[in-house]
């Protein structure tokens, strides 16, 4: 399979992850972080346990949870209280800082040389994201940025170590396991942090249906297989697909205005993953 096919379908990981946060506004009911990932992740983890039939071997138990925590239960959780603490824009800025956060990680922990084109292509992409999406009444809040910055250095150390660490199974098995591991971590989390969820409308539970099995399950089997066989470089800027989508889908879903500026900022990050898989190849 070429290499286009490889960026295009992980690519497709990060563009349906944009929808989320339509999906948790319009759909989901509102203050139930933690909750809320764990119906996301666990029982998709399960759902993909069943149809492998893989459990990871004891040697693997102790990776699997580690990068269940790194690229779920961890990045969920930072992603939530920046989030709420943050306006979307900046909460977003801060997640796109990932591309430049994986390149540092994959040359201590990989040995993957540092490309000055992709040092370039990552920091074009996180100002295209600002242009994008933070307004100029945009406010800060320490906790919110260092939430956002965790988050971000979360989701990098799970792809660099997914890439690290390969297993001798499909990616479909290797999603499973972390989903799985993800959910379990976040349950007591989510028992003590939170009050039962209220009866779920039928608008809710296809909210979770499509956070869960496409959102999670079907999106993380192609991002995890994309990061078996592209450079953890070029992966990590195929997410600042991302806020493209969540901008297109309130300009479409919700009405919501695109200016001229707005434009150039999606432009420039289009732009910025184009050539960041030029430059990490």
Do not use: H
């Amino acid at each position: 399979m070429s290499r286009t096919v490889d960026v295009l379908l992980t690519a497709l990981a990060p563009a349906v992850w944009g929808s989320t946060y339509l999906v948790t506004t319009e759909a989901l009911p509102a203050g139930y972080p933690v909750t809320l990932a764990v119906l996301r992740a666990l029982p998709a983890g399960l759902l993909l346990l069943a149809v492998t039939r893989c459990l990871p071997p004891r040697a693997w138990l102790g990776r699997a949870f580690l990068l269940g925590s790194f690229n779920f239960a961890l990045f969920w959780v930072l992603l939530f209280v920046a989030a709420y603490r943050l306006p979307g824009g900046v909460a977003a800025t801060l997640g796109s800082l990932q591309a430049m956060i994986v390149i540092i990680m994959a040359r201590g922990w990989l040995g993957t040389p540092v490309r000055t084109g992709a040092v370039v292509a990552a920091a074009a992409g996180t100002f295209g994201v600002a242009v994008l999406l933070i307004s100029p009444q945009a406010r800060l809040d320490p906790v919110g940025v260092l939430a956002g910055l965790g988050g971000a250095a979360s989701m990098a150390a799970g792809t660099v170590l997914s890439r690290k660490w390969q297993p001798p199974v499909s990616a479909l098995s290797f999603t499973a396991w972390q989903l799985t591991a993800g959910g379990l971590i976040l349950v007591p989390f989510a028992l003590v942090s939170e009050p039962p969820l209220p009866p779920l409308s039928s608008t809710n539970l296809v909210g979770l249906l499509w956070l869960g099995l496409i959102g999670a399950a079907a999106t993380y089997v192609l991002w995890f297989r994309g990061v078996a066989r592209l450079e953890p470089g070029a992966v990590s800027m195929l997410g600042m697909m991302s806020p493209v989508t969540a901008v297109i889908l309130g300009w479409a879903w919700l009405d919501q205005s695109l200016t001229p500026l707005q434009f150039l900022g999606a432009v420039v990050v289009l732009g910025s993953v184009w050539a960041g898989q030029r430059a990490n190849r």
